[in-house]
């Protein structure tokens, strides 16, 4: 206890966002473990240890990167903005065309030699965050102009918001509409940001036409799980599972280790596991409390751009909180049938391995803007 208080207390930067990203790992390795019994007994012969240990040596690893990223000036992520561009939209190319189909889906690419996969919209999303937040820093003084500060944004959003879409639409979504709230944000002309709007839904007017075509884009998903959503007032079979579980929470919960539900929802380890934490720990603790943590996550963000000396470590920190918090927030909306069903997962708590180790980079890359800022 005493080794732990020490670390924390020579760490610099937001002391508030650390806690978050410690609060959200200790949750993930609890919450993951206990919703994964019954794929343990379908595919491990009930070694239910085994996601325990691999959730821990992730999200352990994890935190490693988060430091890594803190400790590196976040200036530097600037200068890598436009590599890591040409890189994603290729790498997004491969992953559709020869991409690993899970689910009835290519998201994944096999990594050579290893058997682990690698989520490349993951890389893509915070590349091009990184790049806006670049971009609009770097334009600040002509800002409005529509040649030299709009169309070097314009491009890289809707190209790799439109690699993106085919195998998954609400990454997609939640990626243009961070683009378009940090341009808001980073003072792009209004007529600017309405022209990308409608220009973002001829394309995605083009994806459901070329879908009729081409199968790896998924139109026949998208319209099954948006009929559902509106024409069922249950919100469908795993929705339902949702509620109920939520529903046996009540206030307090059942306790660790105790839900039921996870032996009937799809997926409770990942896209609903908001559902099991509110089963588990209730809706104060577990329902509230997690949705204060990113809620909170936000406004320390916020408070960071009026502190930022520096208009890229205001707009990275900006733009990268508000993805977490939107996925969050989508992810939550799901589990209580707000919103139709997305397939997101909860940052830096659900099950996987891409989407847990990049939004530790995430969390990383704000604590390294927060670190420079004390300093400042």
Excluded: H
Aim: aromatic share 12%.
């Amino acid at each position: 206890m005493e080794i732990g208080n020490k670390i924390f207390t020579g760490l610099r930067g937001d002391k508030v966002v650390w806690a978050i990203v410690i609060i959200l790992a200790v949750v993930s390795i609890l919450v993951v473990y206990s919703s994964t019994g019954r794929i343990a007994y379908e595919q491990r012969g009930g070694n239910t240890e085994f996601y325990l240990i691999k959730q821990t040596m992730l999200v352990g690893f994890g935190l490693f990167l988060t430091w890594v990223c803190y400790s590196w000036n976040y200036i530097n992520y600037s200068k890598l903005a436009p590599i890591m561009v040409v890189i994603a939209i290729p790498l997004l190319v491969y992953t559709l065309a020869f991409g690993l189909e899970i689910n009835d889906a290519r998201r994944w690419i096999g990594m050579p030699g290893l058997p682990i996969t690698f989520q490349t919209s993951e890389f893509a999303k915070l590349a091009l965050i990184i790049f806006i937040a670049r971009t609009i820093s770097a334009k600040q003084e002509y800002i409005a102009d529509f040649k030299s500060a709009f169309l070097p944004i314009i491009f890289p959003v809707l190209v790799i918001c439109l690699l993106i879409a085919p195998a998954d639409l609400s990454s997609a979504l939640l990626l243009f509409a961070t683009s378009i709230l940090m341009m808001f944000m980073g003072r792009v002309n209004a007529k600017y940001i309405i022209l990308l709007f409608f220009l973002g839904i001829v394309a995605f007017a083009g994806l459901i036409i070329a879908g009729e075509f081409i199968p790896e884009i998924r139109v026949e998903t998208w319209i099954t799980r948006f009929r559902d959503f509106m024409t069922s007032a249950d919100g469908g079979y795993q929705v339902t599972q949702s509620k109920i579980a939520i529903a046996q929470g009540e206030l307090t919960g059942l306790g660790p280790g105790n839900s039921i539900q996870r032996n009937y929802l799809p997926a409770p380890y990942s896209d609903f596991v908001y559902a099991i934490i509110i089963e588990e720990y209730g809706l104060l603790l577990g329902g509230l409390g997690i949705l204060g943590l990113y809620v909170l996550l936000f406004f320390r963000c916020v408070r960071m751009v009026t502190k930022s000396a520096k208009t890229f470590g205001a707009m990275v920190a900006l733009g990268i909180s508000l993805n977490i918090v939107l996925q969050a927030l989508a992810n939550m909306a799901v589990s209580v049938n707000l919103v139709p069903v997305t397939g997101l997962t909860l940052p830096m708590i659900s099950m996987g391995g891409t989407s847990i180790l990049f939004s530790s980079i995430a969390f990383g890359i704000i604590l390294s803007v927060s670190r420079f800022i004390e300093k400042a």
